[in-house]
């Protein structure tokens, strides 16, 4: 690093805005504004392919409809003027806008791939159709992640019209299945340049430059001759039901309502019932139906060194400090644990946890330290997953300018934050987490019903206009921050 280099960052970062780049700001923010019938038709093309994974014929890795979704990406920046790619195998695309000749590369990262939709009963519109009401737009994938290509696709082309001189390449890099395994983006990082910083606007604003250490993990223990109990969905969630079928019908529903556990009656199945929210945020929202389940299953008479895990363990403190003692960080915060499922049959007991390990935790000592708990209650223990954290530091000037750009087109001067969530951001070195979703409003991706705000489709497209035209301004070539 040179001296000029680190003047030049710290003019950039912190000294006053020059009226050019105002007048920049400006004519970006107003050519958007012209183009917000363009931006929902864009958008519209996109939600009208059912782009989940689906095995079938095509000779495509991960569905035609996922692959059809893809062209469609590629011509729209083609109309607006910006060089598309995708790869003969169909694993990844790009889109860019070229730099000089030796540039670096700013990468946004999105993906195009969405979860099997919900019923189609459930919505009050067709979710293969954006339809506008109140200002809403409401279609299959438009929070996760339809809008955010959107945006940053006429954010790239907002910054060529507001004249920026473009010093760094611009690429859109466009993951199909970041929803199941991330072989996209692996395939993309074996086969070509890995930007020197990114943002992935598959998150939340504003920026988000820590993300905890996750570990998914099984722990197997004694079968029961007594109970046969199935509950879970995924990892990802805190449940919210879990389904007794048993002989103690009527006594686990007089319980439930002396304890003012709603529930109901399927066929002679007691289903009870809880809120669903992320796994990573257990320790503040949700309500897991398999901890009020464990815990009126004990009340009634029934022993389980599996109910009492559940119940107590867990159910008594999502940070589990009665196990592993105190864990956190002061960049992250504290350790995080969601019971995610639970199963019992005469063979043996399986409780599934869903672990949120603050950043700076060293992962072979927590390892042994959870092993070494589980052993000594006599269960055994299966990692299924585990993901590194992403921590970049809050001071590096990708994490300050971004949060400059947010702060100067909505006038909110909340600081970056740390997260327990695992976004799409970890599959790529050197990114974060920055937007597209706007606090407070509603996160309702892979919902029925799905929406967004028009007002907020076209302000997050300002906010990466901003972004894009800031980091030209700065030399690359240096460390902004690396991930652990």
Known sequence: MIASDDQMIRQSVIGSTPSSDVSRHEAESQWLEGQTSSMVGALARLVAHPSYFQADQSNTPFGLAIDNCLDDVLALARELGLRGYKDPAGLYGYVELPGEASANVIGILCHLDVN???????????????EQRNGLLYGCGVQQNKEAVVAALFAMRAVQE???????????????DANREWQSVSGYIRQERVPDISFSPTGTFPVVYAEKRLLQVSLYGPGSNELSIVCGGTFGSVPDRAIYQGKRQKALQKRLDSVNFPWYDDNGVTVVLGQPAPAERCDCAGINAIIRLSQALLSIGYQHPALGFCSLVVGNDPHVRALLGDIEDACSGKLTVNLSGLQIDEQESRIDLDIRIPVTVDIESFRAQLQQAVARLGWRYDELRHLPPLHIAESSPLVTLLSDSYRDITGDARRAIASGGASFARSLPNCVSFGALFP???????QANEHLALDNLVCGS???????SRLQ????GISLGRQH
């Open 462 to 468: 300002k906010i990466f206009a901003c972004a894009l």
């Open 473 to 476: 301004q700065i030399p690359l």
């Open 116 to 130: 099997a939709p919900v019923e189609a009963g459930d919505w009050f519109s067709d979710p293969l159709v954006l």
């Open 162 to 176: 507001s004249g920026t001189p473009i010093r760094h390449t611009i690429r859109l890099i466009l993951g199909l």
């Open 440 to 446: 407070e409003f509603p996160n309702t991706a892979n």
